[in-house]
């Protein structure tokens, strides 16, 4: 498994990331991106240290030490294990960073178990597991395709999406664009899938497609969305900015112009049915919601904590309002713990033999996690209230012998200085209401699909499972105690013989 040195090392290959209108020539120095990269290495470093190895690492099928959710989970237990591993490195950013190397295990885990998922190319599934299970690669993905024009079908907008432009007997060459590459700059790998149809008609299937690439090769090039790290690296310190500074996990819009992909990394080439199902089919969606709500079970742990300290700095923790408002913040923190604990200790058998974590549970988050984000917030803006739009701009205010007196003296919160209560908003105000915390509101929102998509899909999947119909059948049950005649369930007496009861 990568070191924090060894994977900041595989960072410097020539990969081609472009912010500002220029090319970063190494992102591990570049202040856009060096503490985050930074944030990422210290998880692997972590996976080699004595006591945080014992709840972070296993040995896989072939002896191998990987984390957690890289090995096949094959019982309840796996997954329980697997969910505390996820909860350890995500506890390490507080949350703040979704992708994590961990992140893309929810494919890559099961590579080996749904092997046979990938018709024609089943030896590079289990090649691909094997391979990241032992570096425990960094690997990022994308399946959307571009906003270009979505009123038009596919065909009509085949120029700007991700298809196989030409065949060699060494393998493919693909163009077009796919978005979003969360943390992109800073992987080693993109996985390139689609989430929705791939037949562009006219037996054109050059867009059926799931595929690996190193970050470095020649023809792809990340398009990065402005740097928070970087703005608050330019506009303050870290106690200004003590998220953004050092978790902003960079999205990117990832170009492939006429990129080589050899025919190991492919897994699926003009097959329109394993690229169609791959997204349903695969296990993905339920992993990943494992480690989505995980992830997000930790981030309000520390949510819950930054309340409680606020409220209580603010001597507002005993009123009976704000007391309710917390406790609904550590309620929505205990249903999503209890959704993960759902997932793994009732899991789905798989193919091979996988425990799958349960489906109902994983959709339940989905639709659920959106809201619980945007209310914590909501409360937090109620119950902080204006506290945190007064305060200092910077860290350097504290440092000026006219300001200082000042400021201690109309900062200061109950049984709290005012630098520590400064400190202490300027986190909340960082995770909220920055320009990283408006992106961690649009990321929590849409983290697992569009807004009607995971209502349909925990539809469908209720459907596909047979929960639907137990459903209806339950509701029938009662309907079919009575008719317009009365009680059809001798249980009960019908009206008409009630009077001749009374009279016996």
Request: aromatic share 12%; proline share 4%.
């Amino acid at each position: 498994m990568f070191t924090g040195k060894e994977y900041l090392e595989s960072l410097r290959d020539g990969r081609e990331v472009y912010l500002c209108g220029e090319k970063v020539d190494d992102v591990t120095t570049h202040p856009a991106f060096c503490n985050a990269a930074r944030s990422y290495a210290r998880m692997y470093d972590m996976l080699h240290d004595k006591e945080a190895s014992k709840k972070l690492v296993t040995e896989n099928e072939f002896g191998e030490k990987t984390h957690w959710f890289f090995k096949t989970p094959e019982s309840a237990d796996d997954l329980l294990k697997t969910r505390d591993a996820i909860a350890e490195w995500a506890k390490l950013n507080y949350g703040f960073m979704g992708r994590t190397p961990d992140y893309k295990a929810s494919f890559l885990g099961h590579l080996n178990a749904y092997a046979n998922y990938y018709e024609g190319f089943e030896d590079n599934a289990r090649a691909w597991y094997k391979k990241a299970g032992k570096d425990v690669a960094f690997v990022n993905h994308t399946i959307i395709n571009p906003q270009v024009d979505r009123s038009k079908p596919l065909h009509e907008n085949k120029d700007v999406y991700v298809r196989a432009v030409k065949e060699r007997d060494d393998g493919i060459i693909v163009s077009g664009a796919k978005m979003v590459g969360t943390a992109a700059p800073l992987t080693n790998y993109n996985f390139v899938a689609n989430y929705g149809p791939t037949d562009l008609g006219d037996g054109d299937q050059s867009h059926a497609l799931i595929f690996l690439v190193p970050m470095n090769a020649p023809g792809v090039k990340m398009i990065s969305r402005q740097s928070y790290e970087l703005n608050a690296v330019r506009s303050g310190t870290p106690y200004d900015f003590p998220l953004s500074s050092r978790f902003d996990e960079n999205d990117a819009v990832i170009v492939l112009d006429n990129v080589f992909i050899p025919w190991e990394d492919v897994l699926s080439y003009k097959n329109i049915e394993v690229s169609n199902n791959f997204v349903p089919r695969s296990g993905f969606v339920n992993r990943f919601c494992f480690h989505g709500a995980t992830r997000l079970a930790v981030k309000l742990d520390f949510m819950a904590g930054l309340l409680l300290k606020a409220t209580e700095g603010a001597g507002t923790l005993q009123f009976r309002g704000v007391q309710a408002n917390v406790g609904e913040v550590l309620a929505l923190r205990n249903m999503i713990w209890s959704l993960t604990t759902a997932m793994a200790t009732n899991p789905e058998k798989g193919m091979g033999g996988a425990a799958v974590p349960n489906g109902a549970s994983a959709f339940a988050y989905r639709v659920l996690a959106p809201s619980v984000w945007v209310r914590v917030k909501n409360i937090f803006e109620q119950v902080v209230a204006g506290g945190l739009i007064q305060l200092p701009s910077s860290s350097k205010d504290f440092l000026n012998p006219e300001l200082r007196p000042f400021l201690d003296k109309y900062y200061r919160g109950t049984g709290i200085d005012a630098e520590e209560r400064v400190k202490l908003l300027k986190m909340i105000w960082d995770a909220i209401g920055t320009e990283f915390g408006g992106r961690h509101e649009l990321y929590e929102v849409n983290y697992a699909g569009n807004h009607e998509n995971i209502r349909l899909e925990a539809l469908k999947h209720a459907q596909a499972t047979g929960a639907a119909d137990e459903y209806i059948a339950f509701a029938e049950s009662a309907l079919n105690d009575y008719d317009i005649n009365g009680w059809t369930n001798e249980t009960w007496i019908n009206v008409s013989e009630i009077d001749q009861l009374v009279k016996q």
